[in-house]
């Protein structure tokens, strides 16, 4: 699928960084926050958003800076990115390349061990996955936020910790980013948050009916 904040190959991290983070226990205050954002999402019939996504390698000094945007309905998603577009309605997935005219057909683990490979689980995991903490409130794009970091209980996940900006009025997510454990860090800002919009459930079905000469090629049951 698009790995909107799903991320790279997963590195060895030092022991003392592994130490340090089993040694941190839920923040309270971070938690009541989560859970606010969490029953904001999880009451919603849908979400729609433009977003930007930074790709920075911290050790070469690159930046690459990509958008796109994003439709969330329960566990439905469709993505368009520059050149891509990923739908997803439940069970299986469409993944359409433009430059190629192919579409590649998947029936993804729903339930991964990284949450963050299922944009309709995002704001729901938290729990299960990660210890948290209250980091600070501060400005994001011109508007109050909550900084709060998460840090996956399974310490083989690519990255070391998850930065999470939401909004002190809004409860809603702003900017997500990934720490990299490789140098490699990721950055999400939602924009245009637009919520309960109307959606019928095939805007997450690819309909090869409306690509002319569409590859197709069906991963489905292939190990």
């Keep these: 699928m698009f790995k909107l904040v799903s991320f ?12 340090q983070e089993n040694q941190i226990t839920q923040d309270p205050v971070a938690g009541k926050i989560l859970d606010r954002m969490a029953l904001k999402t999880q009451a919603m019939q849908s979400m729609q958003a433009d977003f930007e996504l930074v790709i920075e390698d911290r050790k070469e000094k690159t930046k690459n800076i990509s958008s796109g945007n994003v439709l969330i309905k329960k566990n439905k998603y469709k993505i368009n ?10 069970k299986t997935m469409w993944t359409y390349i433009q430059d190629n005219n192919e579409v590649t057909i ?12 299922n944009p309709s689980a995002f704001f729901t995991l938290y729990k299960r996955d990660f210890k948290y903490r209250y980091v600070q409130e501060t400005t994001m794009n011109g508007a109050g936020a909550h900084e709060i970091d998460l840090f996956p209980k399974n310490l083989n996940q690519p990255y070391s910790r998850i930065k999470v900006f939401i909004g002190s009025k809004s409860d809603l997510p702003m900017v997500i ?14 924009k245009n948050l637009l919520l309960d919009k109307e959606t ?14 569409v590859e197709i090629v069906d991963m489905r049951g292939v190990e």
Excluded: M, R
């Design 177 to 190: 980013k990934s720490v990299g454990k490789d140098g490699v860090d990721y950055t999400v800002t939602l």
């Design 8 to 19: 790279i190959v997963a590195l060895i991290v030092p022991v003392h960084i592994i130490s």
């Design 81 to 90: 990115s520059q050149g891509s577009t990923v739908y997803f309605n439940g």
């Design 200 to 213: 019928p459930d095939a805007v997450f079905t690819f309909d090869a009916s409306k690509f002319k000469k």
């Design 106 to 117: 998947t029936e993804p683990d729903t339930e991964p061990d990284d949450f963050l490979s």
